[in-house]
């Protein structure tokens, strides 16, 4: 629950769910999938997913995100599972601002890479655009990104700054 003053304005804000499922193989293309109980059991999903599909947010999908370079976004994530152990990680980026299980009541974690989050709770992450770039949001439990179709991309629009990345040593 938001505080009663708000949070601090954000660019944008998006919605990510994280869910498994667990089907068997159609047996052709023209049917449904069957769900596959034993994989439940053995938590050995066919697809893990964000927004109810194979790497849905991206140009193989419904199409990527776009932001502009210097921007800020609020992500609200939620992990549905209903057995994974979310690792939500920006390749590419770090998040900014990382509030645990949703916990707006307690000061944000700053500056966090990776985040767990459990089955059955949320967070809510800031992130940063300081580059022209494509941020893959992925689960560094990396075979779901790789294999099972978790994936999202957010395009970062602008013009490249070499400057950002010479030493200032």
Same mark, same amino acid.
């Given at each position: 629950?938001?505080?009663?003053?708000?949070?601090?304005?954000?660019?944008?804000?998006?919605?990510?769910?994280?869910?498994?499922?667990?089907?068997?193989?159609?047996?052709?293309?023209?049917?449904?999938?069957?769900?596959?109980?034993?994989?439940?059991?053995?938590?050995?999903?066919?697809?893990?997913?964000?927004?109810?599909?194979?790497?849905?947010?991206?140009?193989?999908?419904? @199409?990527? #995100?776009?932001?502009?370079?210097?921007?800020?976004?609020?992500?609200?994530? &939620? %992990?549905? =599972?209903?057995?994974? $152990?979310?690792?939500?990680?920006?390749?590419?980026?770090?998040?900014?601002?990382?509030?645990?299980? @949703?916990? #707006?009541?307690?000061?944000?974690?700053?500056?966090?890479?990776?985040?767990? &989050? %459990?089955? =059955?709770?949320?967070? $809510?992450?800031?992130?940063?655009?300081?580059?022209?770039?494509?941020?893959?949001?992925?689960?560094?439990?990396?075979?779901?990104?790789?294999?099972?179709?978790?994936?999202?991309?957010?395009? &970062?629009?602008?013009?490249?700054?070499?400057?950002?990345?010479?030493?200032?040593?």
């Amino acid at each position: 629950v938001e505080p009663p003053e708000g949070l601090p304005k954000v660019d944008h804000e998006f919605y990510f769910g994280q869910n498994e499922i667990y089907v068997k193989d159609p047996v052709s293309e023209n049917t449904l999938a069957a769900f596959d109980y034993d994989a439940l059991l053995s938590e050995d999903p066919k697809y893990v997913v964000l927004n109810g599909a194979f790497n849905s947010i991206t140009d193989q999908r419904y @199409g990527a #995100l776009k932001v502009r370079q210097g921007e800020t976004a609020r992500i609200y994530f &939620v %992990n549905g =599972g209903p057995n994974l $152990i979310s690792s939500f990680h920006p390749i590419g980026n770090i998040w900014s601002k990382f509030w645990m299980q @949703g916990s #707006l009541a307690n000061q944000p974690f700053k500056l966090m890479q990776t985040v767990q &989050v %459990n089955p =059955g709770s949320c967070a $809510i992450l800031e992130i940063r655009f300081p580059v022209p770039e494509t941020i893959h949001l992925a689960d560094h439990s990396i075979t779901r990104t790789a294999r099972k179709g978790l994936q999202a991309d957010i395009v &970062v629009e602008g013009i490249p700054d070499p400057k950002i990345f010479q030493s200032k040593v």
